[in-house]
């Protein structure tokens, strides 16, 4: 198996796309980042990366150490999330982290 790396995604509906073994991740609506992992494969993970409706998670990345990245333009900047991917199967749930 290869691991596969995409910068964008283009839909009007779906953005932000990244795959890396064994994550799959992806933007959708309303600003809900969802994340899918093999060895999870009965769960889907969603988690609502900001309240304000006019921001937009514009891409996502997923490191080789399971770290995803998502980056989401607000009205006045961009900011910088951070998710550990490996603390999902031990916690069940997702942990958002403000980086800048």
Not at 28 to 33: A, P, Q, R, S, V
Not at 80 to 99: A, G, P, S, T, Y
Request: hydrophobic fraction near 40%; charged fraction near 30%; proline fraction near 2%.
């Amino acid at each position: 198996m290869v691991d596969e790396h995409y910068q964008t995604c283009q839909s009007p509906t779906i953005c932000g796309f990244s795959i890396c073994w064994p994550f799959l991740a992806y933007a959708g609506i309303k600003n809900y980042l969802t994340i899918h992992s093999v060895f999870e494969h009965e769960k889907i993970f969603r988690i609502k990366i900001t309240d304000d409706e006019n921001d937009r998670i514009v891409n996502t990345f997923i490191t080789e150490t399971k770290d995803l990245i998502a980056i989401v333009k607000t009205e006045r900047e961009y900011k910088v999330f951070h998710i550990d991917l490996d603390q999902i199967r031990e916690d069940n749930f997702i942990k958002k982290k403000l980086l800048f």
